[in-house]
């Protein structure tokens, strides 16, 4: 039944040496999201795809890259993680358009040692 | 212009309890008006959300109180229960947003005690 599907739940990183994370969704939606969560704060957008577009947030790192090859998966691509960059990251998608409700995955938490 | 305000930070009410949560926004644009909330571990989760053109919508316990002259809107948890123990994020959209871009308030951690 899940939805919106996130591997892995739990990465360990050490300082600098890439990751992927990645997300797959059972929804068919044309919006893939990413977001980064630190703890006791909101979920902060680092970008979206609606469909094969892709759209950056204006203060997301370049150290941040996604791909979507595919409707069902999105990837999120840390080129070089910092000890600033250890959050929980959420995948969400929704169908598009103003009013439609996001659905999100439950997140990987990132530890950069 | 883009942000929306969330008060309190965090909330701690009685079993049985009203919990009230409040958020506040600027843009005029903004015309979606959802409520998610998140428990420990988990990802944000769609609980009730409003449009500008009803003042009140009830879900259950849960109820949206839309004030669109003071641009402010208000969540209500009637009869709180522990399990309601969790945070809870306003947020709102434009209604040009194809996307459905969110932008989130602060948050606010309601803790119910038995």
């Known amino acids: 039944d899940a939805m919106v599907i996130q591997n892995p739940r739990y990465q360990v990183t050490q300082f600098g040496k890439p990751v992927t994370l990645s997300c797959s969704q059972t929804?068919?939606?044309?919006?893939m999201y990413w977001y980064q969560q630190k703890s006791s704060q909101a979920p902060k957008l680092l970008f979206h795809y609606y469909d094969k577009d892709f759209n950056n947030e204006a203060d997301t790192p370049d150290n941040f890259q996604s791909r979507r090859p595919n409707t069902s998966f999105c990837f999120l691509d840390i080129r070089s993680p910092g000890l600033g960059d250890a959050a929980m990251y959420l995948c969400?998608?929704?169908?598009?358009?103003?009013?439609?409700?996001?659905?999100f995955g439950p997140g990987t938490r990132l530890l950069v040692l | 212009q883009q942000q929306v305000k969330q008060s309190p930070q965090s909330l701690i009410v009685q079993k049985g309890g009203i919990s009230i949560i409040n958020c506040a926004y600027e843009?005029?644009?903004?015309?979606?008006f959802p409520w998610y909330q998140q428990f420990p571990g988990k990802g944000p989760a769609l609980l009730i959300a409003?449009?500008?053109?009803?003042s009140e919508k009830k879900e259950g316990r849960f109820t949206i109180s839309f004030n669109k002259s003071a641009k402010q809107f208000s969540l209500h948890i009637m009869d709180s229960q522990p399990g309601d123990s969790a945070t809870y994020f306003c947020a709102a959209s434009r209604r040009s947003s194809n996307t459905g871009k969110l932008i989130f308030g602060q948050g606010t951690t309601l803790q119910v005690k038995p």
């Open positions: 843009n005029t644009a903004f015309d979606y």
């Open positions: 929804l068919n939606h044309n919006v």
């Open positions: 969400a998608t929704s169908r598009g358009g103003a009013r439609e409700t996001q659905y």
């Open positions: 409003i449009r500008p053109d009803v």
